[in-house]
């Protein structure tokens, strides 16, 4: 105002009712008590602009000593209390950000390091205000929020594209806006009127957003938006810190897992125990409804899917050619393959009938096994994308560790086979055969069923190793071992017994039907033609027969008394039958 203006004017004239009653009773009770006071005040300037006065308020008293006027000393501070409010805001941000990167460098898990920021943020520099900070989920192809709304924390989700998020997330820019569009975007609070936004950003990658709203206009500046851009760049890096952290952690464990599952599974040679082992360690590291582990059958050129488990339910074993479907892929490339949708990619997949099921994602991996690919190992999901590339080199490397285990147990069961099995016909040796027979005996004598056990021996079998070699001898034993297999049937046990020497044992075959039976063979092995290296060969057999009655104690002596048989037969001329007839 000016001078004219003023003076006669009482100090209403700028009051800015900034202040309320209690404020003015009190400094009126000041000086009329004689007293100085000393404050700052709001006052009006004739514009309407506001400033703030220091002032000090001094009484006067007349002769009688009453208080007659006042003298009031006021300086203009409103620059010197802007500067003052400018430092302190200052100094309360880099107290922020110094305690933002403590934060950071202490945090160890996503969440607990945002909640921390957005609180102390929030709490310390936009009390009033809403504060966000959102981050990317590429896989769920949207925008998950952590939001601090005047002192409590919501988590929101928003699509990708959509409003100011979106613009900072395509653009990686800061976006500041003073008047918000109800229709063109919608806010973390629902009566915001301004709004910050700046991206988190690790280079040129941006993973996410810093943002607050305001309920009034024009609400942040300049100052604002370099310091939200200065603690973003903190943030990002920190979250990716702390992701790498936790990946980290996470490789570890489940490296443990791995290592746990090679000892379990190298602990057993039962390869039902060993298959189960490998499930089970598929099912710690990664998700999926469906285990798979198919072997390769060389000499069948067959793959054989020897462990299928869909929906915890176990499926009988399954059988295909080698060159087909995914896993036939897999043997003949030795690389692993992963369907992220089999909707979309079943026509990179032969025959998908041949493995796949109805599984919509897989991963698949060979089994390595010295130089070969002996197999393959597959988890499978009937959800697409659910496999990343940390669950295939997981499963390649339980796959290694499942490859040798299955390996030793296979050559277990070899080593236990051979220890039963003839190893040049292929069938019982003599010592299996009495294992087996012996229970046979049993079961016949305790639920009075009948038993026949038949001795074979082929005739002048040492002249034909004499005349045409041991290799001819071979493809003889070879060659009677594979008709008699073709002639039994399924309960009865097949044994060489001894050089040129075989046992049948017959359960549930009385003397009539083996005797009948035995003379079908011999007939059959006579009209043989069998291939030798240099000729044709013609062989002929004697057979003795004996069947269980009351005075046989054991098998043992039901065998020796069909051995008795066959030595009667080669004796009475050989290419004959002879049954066991007790001493008279």
Known sequence: YASEEAVGQTTRLFKSDSHGPAFYQNLWQTVLSGQVWHGEMINRRKDGSLYIEEQTITPVRNGQGEIANFIAVKQDVTSRKQADDLLRRQLEELAVLNAAAMTAAAATNVEALIEATIQMIGERL???????????????????????????????????????????????RSLRI?????????????????????????????????????????????ADERLLVTISGQLAVAIEKVRLYQDAIRVAERRAVVYRAAQEISASLDLEQVYAAIHRAVAQLMAG?????????????????????????????????????????????????????????????????????????????????????IGVLAAQSHQARAYTDDDQEMLELLAYHAATAIGNARLFSEVQRLAV?????????????????????????????????????????????????????????????????????????????????????????????????????????ARLSIQSDSELLTITISIGVAT?????????????????????????????LKAYEPLA
């Open 126 to 172: 936009y009390p009033a205000d809403s504060l966000g900070v959102g981050l990317v989920d590429e896989a769920a192809n949207q925008f998950k929020i952590h939001c601090f709304y005047q002192g409590e924390h919501r988590k929101l989700t928003a699509p990708l594209n959509r409003g100011t998020i979106g613009k900072v997330l395509a653009t990686g």
């Open 178 to 222: 003073s008047r918000v569009s109800r229709e063109a975007d919608t806010g973390l609070l629902p009566s915001s009127l301004s709004r910050l936004v700046v991206p988190l950003k690790l280079g040129e990658r941006v993973i996410g957003v810093l943002g607050t709203d305001s309920f009034q206009e024009n609400a942040f500046g300049e």
């Open 289 to 373: 409804e469906d285990v798979m582990i198919a072997l390769l059958d060389e000499s069948r050129h067959e793959i054989e899917c020897v462990y299928l488990v869909e929906r915890g339910r176990r499926l009988p074993p399954t059988k295909h050619p080698a060159d087909r479907g995914f896993s036939g892929r897999i043997i003949a490339t030795g690389k692993p393959t992963r369907v992220d949708d089999a909707e979309l990619e079943m026509n990179d997949i032969d025959e998908p009938n041949y493995g796949l099921g109805k599984a919509r994602s897989l991963v698949a991996v060979p089994l390595p096994l010295k130089g070969q690919v």
């Open 421 to 525: 099995i003839d190893s040049l016909t292929g069938i019982y040796n003599r010592r299996q055969f009495f294992t087996l027979a012996a229970r046979e005996f049993e079961r016949s004598r305790r639920y009075h069923e009948p038993l026949s056990a038949i001795m074979l021996d082929i005739d002048h079998f040492k002249r034909v190793n004499d005349t045409y070699g041991h290799a001819a001898g071979d493809q003889v034993l070879r060659v009677i071992a594979v008709e008699c297999c073709g002639r039994m049937r399924e309960a009865d046990l097949l044994a060489r017994y001894g050089g040129e020497e075989f046992a049948i044992l017959m359960p549930v075959t009385d003397r009539q039907s083996a005797l009948a039976g035995a003379e079908r063979l011999r007939h059959h092995i």
């Open 548 to 576: 269980l009655d009351e005075t046989c104690k054991d098998v043992e002596t039901l065998v020796n008394r069909a051995d008795h048989a066959l030595y009667a037969a080669k004796r009475a001329g050989r290419n004959q």
